[in-house]
């Protein structure tokens, strides 16, 4: 399944999340799909697929202690068009 991780964390902390490197994260059952620093602030947002919910657990982990997590999870638009559509049919 995709989600979307935005990670933000304190200003002191920037040089310890660069340090530890947000795209290097290697955690099996995860795959990222793409990252991107907010240069504004004080975020990393991540697209990634994660093969279960113990996956998407270990791959946050191992950020906890440097900032806050918030996960939501994606789907593609055609794919989630065509959901609502049968979900609404049968209603």
Known sequence: ML???????????????????MGSDKTVGVTIKGEWFDVSGHRVFRLFEAEDDSHLAAS???????GVAEIIPVMETEKALKLFKRAGKKS
């Open 3 to 21: 989600f979307i991780a935005i990670f933000s964390y304190s200003p002191e902390d920037r040089n310890l999340v660069i340090e530890r490197g």
């Open 60 to 66: 946050i982990f191992s950020w906890t202690d440097l």
